[in-house]
């Protein structure tokens, strides 16, 4: 707390002088040479200095140092001249009391605990405040049963594991990380009949196979134990407690048992090195080829009753209280239309680079803009800089915001702008398509600090070479970049705090990071994603930091003042068109591989094939594919395509010549074109989730799933639903396409 | 000794009883019946008696009792009833007189040396006539250099070296097993400059990540070691002194230093365990992500001084006898016209699969055909059985069998057909073309111990239930599964005794074995490759090894006592067709991406896309694939399509009611026609390659190439040969199709 005085101390001088040099300066020019002020106000020193202070203990929700960053965060707003308040909420939040994990059969060996200290990382011994590692929102138990190997958990393990004859009913299952988001894993097992379950990190992706482990390189040591939360986001995230309303000191509450998004197992998270104690004592089937993973033996599946694992965590489920940090700069011309940008404070011990290095690369734009209003200028559009807590339990901190101010929100605000964490590299970016085109305008004005050359270059450049090379590259992406167009955004599933705004309120959404050349990202929810971690391996010098703060920054400035925020409605009805013929793509793959399935189950052909050493059954029949209702969607589409380029072309034309009134007009015709998306039904299994566009999985969790109420309905089968669903998805398109007819109507003045 | 004598014994008493019983009986019944009296006489008692003694010691090549081996089968034949003999050469082939592999710095750790015994596998000790893992014409001697990993030694693993700065010059290069020959991996080490190389096998495919290792599973554990031969076999085969002559005892040689096909430097195998106290100290850059194997750490490429090894290598360089087995059923129609027939005795230590397996499958069939003939059977054209000495080091029996008897051969020989040890599973052939059918109608006619159907449904069945299950299955094998047509032959290329016959000699080949149900293969040219091995794990009971023998006996017998060899030539033209077509997009591929990447060196794109801090150069520039000049050759195959198609239809229509005269005729015409494939200039680089449709990559090894003049030199830039090669293919194509047009006039009777 010292250092934290001291820094605030530093920049509260610095607010002064700045507010003295801008008193009564006229507003600063616009556009390009606010942007170089904003650059030069941008200071790797400034992100170090925080990062070192918010990463001196640990920061999970509930710990004394997450709220005294959130407390030296409000002041830090404050010194640079915003309008900065702390939010509180009271969410559930377990906290470990026990955690316990024992192989007993066929010997004894004590496993799990607190991650050991590492001498080159300062930070790791300081395990007097932190939580041992365990995972959030699982279920609490003590159990003692065999244990099975399942591979990632997803469906398809367990249909692998049926046609083996095995199953995890009253077992305990262990499953590596990876392929699907953490909290599906003892989702499905519990559903499986498991009684407990272990995620753990295999060293193939996640260890020595990545690079080398920590602290020699940056990847996950045999030690280290991947934390995170189990809520059942993909029903709905934040907290478990008050879905879809705040979670106030008055707020209506389910039961810790009610809430459907709570585990009834007892989880834990585990290490490679005890894994490994685990995984080499399993007997029966050897695993299939796919399943294997880089532990030095031949994975077995276990489950004939020779390896036992007790099993055992006890929480605390004291309601918490959680600090949003909100800062607000009032918008000049159009107060009543927000920009808001967040990033989250907790992290799982320390957080350095999850999620405090884009943290405080928000606090960087933060100051610089605060800088930038003391010196004349105004924004526009209102600014709303948030600093959420609670993100790492269930994107809490921001859903719980976006609730209480769902009203508010839906009324005024143009975009949320996020960013969790940064590491070295190139940019990514996801989000609402209309967007996409001021993403790439925004890249090829940040020069990368390594290529000397724009971030925009250099993710083309790392494109065609990667695709040249033999990387996995999208199709979409490397044909942007061969011919110098935009680059495609990405879309937006889960696993941060855009879902609130974009998928139950629909707001438009960006989620930015730069990254790739990390060699492995091994600290992730470990004990060891410190500030040496951050800055030995994931981005040196906060270098990246910097250019993330640059990035950003621009799409604020340029949203929060342009006339007209820069949308692009053929990029995203372009988009959308792609998905629809993915979806269509998987109608026609799933019937063609139904009809194959169903011709080989006839002949035999699997009994034929199958070794009788080590028989696998015939995969299991399934009800034929059928073709789709799609007309509809069709001409929703085609609508979409037309509105969208003809709205596009009469503002390229107009668009710059518009008087107030009708800028007014088109305004407030654009501001809420994108909450169109949405249907109150919401999703099946899940009405939280309204837009129709963009949603994560059922089934991959953080994983997008685009028009997911008809893509996930073929995927699962749910034939009557992807109909249904097509309809509903037409529906909200075409009154998208009939929005930006009138909008065109008034670009063009009729 | 006293268990081989044991066994002639039994044998010579059953064949007495089995000549009484025949006697004066008259020629039994052709076809089916035939078949299953041939059938009824395999036995897996014979087979796992015969390989238990044969496995009893050490049988590599001049070892007592690979000697004893031969005599013992000589024995045997001639008890069956054949006029058998024993040919011998004298042939360059190396042991060890000492092998030394140890880290020297940072540390001292002794290496290599002989693989320890496993209790359960009781020959494992029997070390005292074992020669200790080696490499068969490396060149000597002694060096103590850096070490650089090289991943699998390949002209692109050379290529990611340059472009991160390292080579190999003056140290020495470990390249794990696998992806392409062994041979290869010192050889092209040894062009780049180094002055020594390691091969190990890599636990990832050969070890721990394939399945338990042995003794609990199959595969390869820590101590086992893949001896082999690296002699240039991709320049010529056999005896490296007397290449395209026999190795008799006057034959001219060269001299060891003058051969080209015997390398210069030391080189050694080595197992997974010590290869992991190499790899797991060196420095330098991490490898790139497809060069990980399967241990326990980061793979670095070294190369940075800080790991040293001392390796060095004497060898006893002598000549030594070798000690083919013949056995001849002579014709009673066609005596000049041979079937032959061939496995391998010598192994690398016990040589239980790898050779014996087949062998004895061999020993079978040929009691069986003894049985026949003692009942009073005789094939109608001469059947000659053959177990080849010296295989490991080169091929180097059957070779300079072939060579030495090249005239005879091309002169009378109307295929040979080879096995070379088996696993269980489904069946695997690979050969010419015009033989393809008839490996199809042989396999409905032979049943499954395991599936209860033909080898022919369960290989259907397997190849489509592969394909379901995303197993990578050729669409030609899928296509043909699903239609229920004939399997399609896989290309020979190289590995076993084959090459002389196929490649030098341009007679028809066919290869046969059964596997895909043995785990991993893992005992392949170690000290464990076993009875106890073999029999555990790779084909229990041998129950395999009769199927082999029906499966190869048949094809011997129809063969044999066809009117007219049952070719197919619709089949040899539609591949040759598909070989053609895979040739252009070869060719067209490459010009896309030689464009590609010539644009993206222009544009920078490399350097852009770099991650200073493991900095890649750009993919060095090369010539531009040009466009060849294919027409004649796409003439050549649509002419040998017509003119196959018409001989099929015609031989279909006549070709059972030819007059003798005729009949003779077209036999004659039909038993070379596979040897005007030949061109006498032979191959870029190895004119002993004469085959122009089908050899052995240059940088394969085993792997095929064909249409080789042609694709080898698109793939190495040669493009002149590229041209000139498509002309000789289009000739000896179009002498083929020629001499179809005179056999259709012969079975039209014009």
Same mark, same amino acid.
């Given at each position: 707390m010292r250092q934290v005085r001291q820094l605030i101390g530093a920049v509260s001088a610095l607010a002064v002088a700045g507010a003295l040099a801008g008193a *009564?300066?006229?507003a600063a020019p616009a556009g390009k040479s606010l942007e170089a002020r904003f650059d030069a106000a941008i200071s790797a020193q400034d992100q170090l200095g925080w990062l070192k202070t918010m990463t001196s203990e640990p920061n999970h929700v509930s710990s004394p140092h997450d709220k005294a960053n959130a407390e030296m965060m409000l002041a830090l707003f404050k010194s640079w001249g915003w309008d900065a308040r702390i939010d509180t909420f009271q969410v559930l939040y377990p906290t470990p009391i026990s955690t316990t994990v024992e192989l007993v059969a066929p010997e004894h060996i004590p496993l799990g605990g607190q991650e050991p200290a590492i001498p080159e990382d300062d930070t790791s011994g300081k395990t007097a405040n932190a939580l041992p590692p365990y995972v959030a929102f699982q279920g609490d138990g003590d159990v003692t049963a065999d244990l099975v190997y399942v591979n990632y958990g997803l469906p398809a393990d367990y249909e692998a594991l049926a046609r083996r004859g095995i199953d995890v009913k009253g077992k305990i299952a262990i499953a590596r990380y990876g392929a699907g988001w953490r909290g599906l894993k003892p989702k499905l097992a519990q559903e499986h009949g498991a009684v407990g379950c272990i995620i753990y990190s295999d060293p193939?992706?996640?260890g020595y196979g990545a690079s080398d482990p920590y602290p020699k390189g940056d990847s996950r040591p045999s030690t280290a134990v991947q934390r995170g939360s189990v809520e059942d986001m993909t029903t709905f995230p934040g907290d478990p407690l008050t879905p879809g309303v705040g979670a106030t000191e008055g707020a209506q509450r389910l039961t810790k048992e009610t809430s459907p998004v709570v585990l009834k197992i007892p989880v834990l998270p585990m290490s490679y090195g005890d894994a490994s104690k685990l995984l080499s004592r399993l007997g029966g089937e050897r695993v299939p080829d796919n399943w294997r993973g880089g532990l030095p033996f031949t994975y077995h599946i276990g489950g004939d009753g020779a390896v036992k694992v007790h099993l055992a965590v006890k929480s605390d489920w004291t309601l918490k209280p959680i600090y949003d940090v909100i800062a607000v700069m009032k918008g000049a011309k159009y107060p009543d239309q927000w920009v808001v940008r967040g990033n989250h404070h907790d992290g799982w011990v320390f957080g350095a680079q999850d999620p405090l290095s884009g943290n405080v690369a928000l606090m960087s734009e933060a100051k610089a803009l605060g800088q930038l209003a003391k010196s004349g200028w105004r924004p526009a559009r209102t600014i709303v800089y948030a600093s959420w807590d609670a993100e790492e339990p269930g994107l809490i901190g921001s859903t719980e915001w976006a609730e209480a101010h769902a009203d508010e929100l839906k009324a005024k605000a143009v975009i949320y702008i996020n960013t969790d964490g940064n590491h070295r590299g190139t940019l990514s970016a996801e989000g609402s398509h209309d967007f996409q085109h001021l993403i790439s305008e925004v890249a090829a004005d940040v020069t990368d600090p390594e290529a000397k050359v724009s971030v925009l270059e250099r993710l083309r450049a790392s494109t065609r070479a990667g695709a040249a090379e033999g990387e996995n590259v999208s199709r979409a992406a490397l044909e942007a970049a061969e011919k110098g167009g935009d680059m495609p955004l990405g879309a937006l599933g889960s696993g941060s705090d855009y879902s609130a705004f974009l998928q139950h309120l629909g707001l438009p959404s960006l989620n930015i990071a730069y990254g790739g050349e990390e060699q492995s990202g091994g600290e992730y929810h470990s004990i060891y994603d410190s500030y040496y971690h951050m800055t030995t391996f994931d981005d040196p010098g906060l270098v990246y930091g910097t250019v993330l703060s640059k990035t950003v920054g621009r799409v604020v400035l340029r949203i929060a003042d342009a006339d007209t925020p820069p949308q692009r409605f053929g990029d995203f009805a372009t988009t959308v068109g792609t998905y629809l013929d993915e979806v269509k793509r998987l109608a026609s793959e799933r019937r063609e591989q139904d009809a194959k399935l169903a011709a080989l189950r006839e002949a035999g052909a699997f009994g034929a094939a199958s070794d009788p050493l080590h028989p696998v059954a015939a995969p299991p029949a399934k009800p034929t594919t059928p073709y789709f209702e799609f007309a509809a969607l069709d001409n929703a589409v085609a609508t979409l395509k037309r509105s969208a380029g003809a709205y596009d072309a009469a503002f390229a034309k107009h668009g710059a010549d518009l008087d107030a009134s009708r800028r007014e007009k088109l305004n407030a015709l654009l501001r809420d074109v994108d909450q169109l998306l949405l249907d109150d039904t919401g999703l099946p299994f899940r009405p939280w989730y309204k837009n129709m566009v963009y949603a994560p999985g059922r089934?991959? *969790?953080?994983g997008a799933k685009t028009l997911p109420g008809v893509r996930e309905a073929i995927e699962e089968r749910r034939f009557d639903d992807a109909n249904a669903y097509a309809g509903r998805i037409a529906k909200v398109l075409t009154a998208y396409a009939a929005r930006l007819d009138a909008a065109r109507a008034v670009v063009e003045g009729k």
């Open positions: *009564g300066v006229a193939a992706q996640d089934f991959t *969790g953080y």
